[in-house]
Every structure is written in C-alpha cells, then in structure tokens.
C-alpha cells in the first residue's frame, strides 16, 4: 500500500543507547520530515530533507542526526538516547514543499 | 517568526451539536498555507484540509466547514451535527511557501474534541 511507513511502532531504550527509527516512502516525494509529539505541545519538527541528499535542521534537532541517502527513505538516528527524548515521532512527506503532507503511523519511543 | 495557537485545549460537546474550533495564526510571509489535521484515538494524522493566502473562500466538505479570515489571522473549522466519531485531537498548521524551507509545518498545540452520545 502507497503511504508512509515507519518502523518500529514501539520501543523502550535504556539512557545512553542509540537506534534508528526508520522511515520509507513509496510515493515518490521529494519532501520528507520529522516531528515529535508531545503532551501539550502539537508536533514540533526535529529534522526535514527537500531531496535526496539535503537535509537540514528543524525546531528541536539537538541529539538526532538524519541522512537522505535516496528519496525513499529518512531515518532519523538518536545518538546516545535521552529520557527528554521520551516521545512520539512521526516522519511525513510531501510532493512538494505546500502540499498537504502524509504522516505515517508514528513511533512511540520510552527512554528509561 | 510564525507561531499558531489554539487557544482551546479541550472541548466537550453532546452528539449533534455544533463546535468550532479556534486557530490564530501569525506570520510576516505574504504567501503561506495553513492546515487542519485529525488526530483520532488511533494515534495517526490525517490531513483535513490546505489553504493557501490568497484563497480567503470559505470552504465545506460535509459536515465540516473552515473560514479563514486574514484581516484576524484567523482560520477556524466548524464541526456541524457533532457524531462520536468526530472524537479526536485536531490540529491548526502553518507553512511558508519558501522551497528551500521544505515547506515545514509549523503546528498549533491541539483541541481535543470530546463528543459525548
């Protein structure tokens, strides 16, 4: 099915891992990017890429790294994971910079 | 620096009745998009609608409808004829038109919609 997908759907780390939350896109969109939900605050965007190899900086991307190797996939890499990082994460994307952007599914990350 | 508010955190309404939900915008750009988004229970973000500045029609779909106002930065969305499923977090968002910018979204902080049978 066309759409966003994000995996994995749910994980608990330990203060001081790292992982990748892994997002890919089969619509062929050039925009792509990563927000964080959390209570009270609406979505605030951590990292966004306008084509394979450029990405740059959103709101919050202290202690997350991004890459956009093809225009399919976007993961975004915590570095050495934090219990502030305790969040939901969605990854969107977009035909272009003003369309209406699909989200996937979301990530609900702990971090204890 | 653009900023989105929804100033009502939580709304309580009884099945088929009307509820509007508030979104106040701030920008300097001329040209910008704005954004209504569904959250329900499930957890995932469905995109309503898009707006662009000089697009200032009201516009309805169903039982939704949204008027936008730019002389008060305004672009609010009415719910008619409430149903339980309209239950959800709903989202105002804002997007420059910059290429480069990557048209991010800046969002509001959420209504949630409560309707009760």
């Known amino acids: 099915n066309a759409g966003v997908t994000q995996t994995p759907k749910f994980q608990v780390l330990k203060t001081g891992q790292s992982m990748t939350l892994q997002c890919a896109q089969d619509m062929n969109h050039e925009y792509m990017s990563w927000y964080r939900q959390d209570p009270g605050m609406g979505l605030r965007l951590i990292h966004y890429s306008v084509g394979a190899g450029i990405t740059d900086q959103g709101e919050v991307p202290n202690g997350y790294n991004v890459s956009r190797s093809t225009t399919e996939d976007f993961p975004l890499r915590l570095l050495s994971a934090a219990p502030s990082q305790t969040s939901v994460y969605f990854c969107?994307?977009?035909?272009?910079?003003?369309?209406?952007?699909?989200f996937g599914s979301g990530t609900r990350l702990t971090v204890v | 620096a653009q900023k989105v508010t929804q100033a009502q955190t939580e709304i309580s309404v009884v099945e088929k009745e009307d509820v509007t939900l508030d979104c106040v915008y701030e920008?300097?750009?001329?040209?910008?998009?704005l954004f209504w988004y569904k959250q329900p229970p499930s957890g995932e973000l469905v995109f309503l609608i898009r707006r662009n500045s000089f697009d200032e029609q009201n516009e309805i779909s169903g039982r939704y409808s949204w008027n936008f106002q730019k002389s008060t930065s305004s672009f609010n969305f009415t719910i008619t004829a409430s149903q339980v499923v309209d239950s959800a977090v709903y989202f105002c968002a804002l997007s420059d038109a910059d290429y480069n910018q990557g048209g991010k979204l800046i969002f509001g902080q959420g209504t949630e919609l409560s309707v009760k049978p």
């Open positions: 920008t300097r750009d001329t040209t910008y998009y």
């Open positions: 969107a994307s977009s035909y272009r910079s003003t369309g209406g952007y699909t």
